[in-house]
């Protein structure tokens, strides 16, 4: 009768071990969709912007039409982008089409002087330091679910139901090297 308890307690026990385990890494992995789910609300706002910025140029610039043109392309690359890879390498294209639209305005005293342009201008600004909190908050929370998902003994639970690794949001490789600064 005590073995029998004892089993029964044992039992109940592991059941519940498992259920917590379970619970935590469905959290967890909710924690990293929430956090992608962030980076790309921040980036379809950027997205947005990017038109309205083009028109703007267009007025001074319309003879620019490479430069705009590498815009264009580069924000309907990173609209299109799938996973955390292909979006962060899309939106480095983009960032460096942008840097270079940026620099066109210097030729254009006309252009720094408008409003909408310079309000266009910090919009953007303002939306890359969301951006980039928005990438550390997700690459935490990989971080904290592949973490749980790798150590003993919830990988076990994982194993046995699913939970996969989850992919960072990182930089393109060129991206991590020193900066150069040349002049």
């Given at each position: 009768?005590?073995?029998?308890?004892?089993?029964?307690?044992?039992?109940?026990?592991?059941?519940?071990?498992?259920?917590?385990?379970y619970n935590g890494l469905?959290?967890?992995?909710?924690?990293?969709?929430?956090?992608?789910?962030?980076?790309?609300?921040?980036?379809?706002?950027?997205?947005?912007?990017?038109?309205?910025?083009?028109?703007?140029?267009?007025?001074?610039?319309?003879?620019?039409?490479?430069?705009?043109?590498?815009?264009?392309?580069?924000r309907r690359q990173a609209?299109?982008?799938?996973?955390?890879?292909?979006?962060?390498?899309?939106?480095?294209?983009?960032?460096?089409?942008?840097?270079?639209?940026?620099?066109?305005?210097?030729?254009?005293?006309?252009?720094?002087?408008?409003?909408?342009?310079?309000?266009?201008?910090?919009?953007?600004?303002?939306?890359?330091?969301?951006?980039?909190?928005?990438?550390?908050?997700?690459?935490?929370?990989?971080?904290?679910?592949?973490?749980?998902?790798?150590?003993?003994?919830?990988?076990?639970?994982?194993?046995?139901?699913?939970?996969?690794?989850?992919?960072?949001?990182?930089?393109?490789?060129?991206?991590?090297?020193?900066?150069?600064?040349?002049f």
């Amino acid at each position: 009768m005590i073995a029998l308890a004892a089993v029964g307690v044992l039992a109940l026990a592991l059941l519940l071990f498992l259920v917590t385990t379970y619970n935590g890494l469905v959290r967890r992995r909710g924690a990293v969709d929430n956090a992608w789910a962030q980076i790309d609300v921040q980036l379809e706002r950027r997205h947005d912007l990017i038109p309205n910025l083009v028109e703007t140029v267009k007025g001074y610039a319309a003879h620019e039409r490479t430069t705009l043109e590498a815009v264009v392309s580069a924000r309907r690359q990173a609209v299109a982008a799938q996973g955390p890879r292909d979006q962060a390498q899309a939106e480095d294209l983009l960032t460096g089409a942008l840097g270079n639209l940026f620099a066109l305005s210097e030729a254009y005293p006309g252009l720094q002087a408008n409003q909408n342009f310079a309000a266009l201008q910090e919009e953007l600004a303002a939306g890359e330091n969301r951006i980039a909190y928005s990438r550390q908050y997700h690459n935490d929370a990989v971080l904290a679910y592949n973490n749980a998902i790798q150590t003993v003994p919830a990988n076990i639970v994982a194993g046995l139901t699913g939970f996969v690794p989850r992919e960072y949001f990182q930089a393109p490789g060129d991206e991590r090297g020193p900066v150069r600064v040349r002049f």
